[in-house]
């Protein structure tokens, strides 16, 4: 379903490029829905996750969240989070994916973000205001893409088999026990998981056990509670897969993030006053 409040805000508002901010409580779920914009999703504080019919992503603090226009999906909110949006009209930009990917943010395009969602409803845009926009939509080309995202295959036996996996992660889990719960062999079974999940199935396990990793380490759980629950032998294996998917260990991350945080809230470009912010009648994710 299209969200009413937040496509009659777009009409009334005719700006290529609308920015917003919301803060939700931990564990606020919003029901699915698409958008005739495209969105990228930042979260500030907290840990994001969006599920879509072909995948499910994590959007950890200071990370960014790229869902295109008309992409059905849901949001699940780990901690409690804050977020700031912007939906861009397809027309005012060109080359973005037109799949669900998470992005890395600089702390320069932050910083914008956080300028844009205090600007006012009906911005100037031919001022300065109008080009601080422009230049987030120059910016947003350059977003890296994070190894954050986690594709289902189309193929119904495979897909509840990799959401019973999800629901219990174990980083030991074997090609072999899955080829016997499908009935294929190992030759079929590996081709079939490429050609549905674009991914080896060793890779997709490490991410499936990555994307059930971050929101319980962002609401607070031990690294080696975390690990023993996914199957790891102890916590520095864990650590160390973590620290090759996202270049720093655990703990780093996180502690990197709150800065970001803090910083953002301190900055002259950070928390705007809530006169400034823009809220949604109902949910804006």
């Known amino acids: 379903m299209l969200e009413p409040h937040a496509e009659t805000f777009f009409a009334e508002v005719g700006r290529p490029v ?7 409580p931990d564990g606020h779920s919003i029901r699915p829905h698409r958008h005739r914009r495209h969105q ?3 979260s500030t504080r907290g840990v994001v996750v969006v599920s879509a019919a072909d995948g499910a992503w994590v959007a950890p603090p200071q990370r960014g969240m790229w869902i295109p226009a008309g992409i059905t999906h849901s949001v699940r909110m780990v901690g409690a989070v804050r977020v700031n949006s ?37 911005y100037d ?31 119904e036996d495979l897909a509840r088999r990799c959401r019973a996996f999800l629901r219990r992660p ?53 690294v080696t509670s975390v690990a023993m629950a996914l199957g790891y032998d102890n916590p520095a294996a ?9 270049g720093v ?10 800065a970001g945080d803090d910083a953002a809230g301190s900055s002259g470009t950070g928390a705007a006053p809530a006169t400034r912010r823009h809220a949604f009648p109902s949910d804006p994710c």
């Open 18 to 24: 609308v920015a917003r901010s919301a803060a939700y």
């Open 40 to 42: 990228l999703l930042t």
């Open 86 to 122: 912007l939906y861009f009209d397809p027309e005012s930009i060109a080359g973005m994916p037109e799949h669900c990917q998470v992005v890395g943010v600089s702390p320069f395009m932050r910083s914008l973000i956080e300028e844009a969602v205090r600007l006012p409803r009906e």
């Open 125 to 155: 845009v031919d001022g300065r205001e109008g080009a601080l926009m422009r230049l987030v939509e120059h910016e947003i080309h350059q977003l890296p893409h994070l190894p954050l995202s986690l594709p289902l295959p189309a193929r």
């Open 170 to 222: 174990d980083v030991h889990e074997t090609i072999g026990a899955w080829c016997d719960a499908l009935g294929l062999n190992r030759r079929s079974f590996t081709r079939l998981f490429r050609r549905e999940t674009g991914m080896t199935f060793m890779t997709w396990r490490q991410q499936a056990c990555l994307v059930t990793a971050l929101p319980r380490l962002a609401a607070g759980e031990t």
């Open 238 to 246: 864990f650590t160390a897969m973590f620290q090759r998917a996202l």
């Open 249 to 258: 260990p655990p703990r780093s991350y996180f502690r990197e993030a709150r």
